[in-house]
């Protein structure tokens, strides 16, 4: 594995994930260490990130300017993965974890879409939390 400085151990450990997607670990790895670019730079040309109740921030440099704007001072915590071949070229990884900021901790799914050049096709987040929950998240205006 040619590029196991850039994954964090403990979330390899966490999720079980193999060589066949370890570009879903250095996502979290370089999300934690707020190297946004280079987490643009993991999807293709016309990659989507699906951000929970937003519209999506579709190709490399709109994904880097919505994590700076979005996820500084965030981190990931996770719990656990599966996969699943969706056919001979793409792979679906659904990761379960925790995004902790400043002002709050939630529970998040993940579902990531890989092309067959381990580049990230797409990345749909899902907040797991009950409406209460949600509620509390909600800036005040």
């Not at 969706?86 to 890989?114: C, M, P």
Request: charged content about 25%.
């Amino acid at each position: 594995m040619a590029t196991i400085h850039l994954i964090d151990q403990q979330l390899a450990d966490a999720t079980g994930l193999d060589n066949q997607s370890e570009v879903v670990l250095r996502y979290f790895t370089l999300f934690n260490r707020g190297e946004y670019q280079q987490v643009a730079n993991l999807f293709t040309v016309e990659g989507s990130l699906y951000p929970p109740f937003e519209a999506p921030v579709i190709g490399p440099t709109q994904i880097r300017d919505y994590l700076v704007k979005e996820a500084d001072g965030m981190s990931v915590s996770l719990l656990g993965a599966e996969t699943c071949q969706l056919d001979s070229e793409r792979l679906q990884v659904d990761v379960r974890g925790k995004v902790t900021a400043l002002v709050f901790k939630v529970n998040v799914t993940w579902r990531f879409i890989l092309a067959a050049d381990n580049k990230i096709e797409s990345v749909r987040i899902n907040l797991v939390a009950t409406l209460e929950e949600l509620l509390k998240l909600r800036p005040e205006s």
